[in-house]
């Protein structure tokens, strides 16, 4: 009897710490769309009030931000010319 009521609890325990990661994991990808702005107005609101009162998705904020950063600087570094180009594709075509 000790056992099944143990296994019950254990199972309670385990579910809801999984609903719980799948919850964090929702907000995560809900911030995620809110950095790169595919959010509905709605959402802005839910996600501003979660950062506020949630330190862990906050943080997670924030490191979505620097990474989208550094990202997007890597998108404006210069690109090579067109003579560099065309060597390439001289090459590539012997």
Not at 7 to 30: A, P
Request: proline share 1%.
């Amino acid at each position: 009897m000790k056992n099944s009521i143990l296994s019950k609890i254990n199972m309670t325990s385990t579910t809801t710490s999984t609903n719980k990661e799948t919850d964090f994991q929702h907000l995560q990808n809900m911030v995620v769309r809110y950095v790169y702005q595919e959010t509905s107005s709605i959402e802005n609101s839910k996600v501003e009030l979660l950062l506020q009162s949630n330190e862990k998705l906050n943080q997670f904020f924030y490191e979505i931000v620097n990474l989208k950063k550094q990202m997007d600087d890597c998108q404006t570094r210069q690109k090579p010319s067109s003579q560099i180009l065309g060597k390439i594709l001289n090459y590539s075509k012997n």
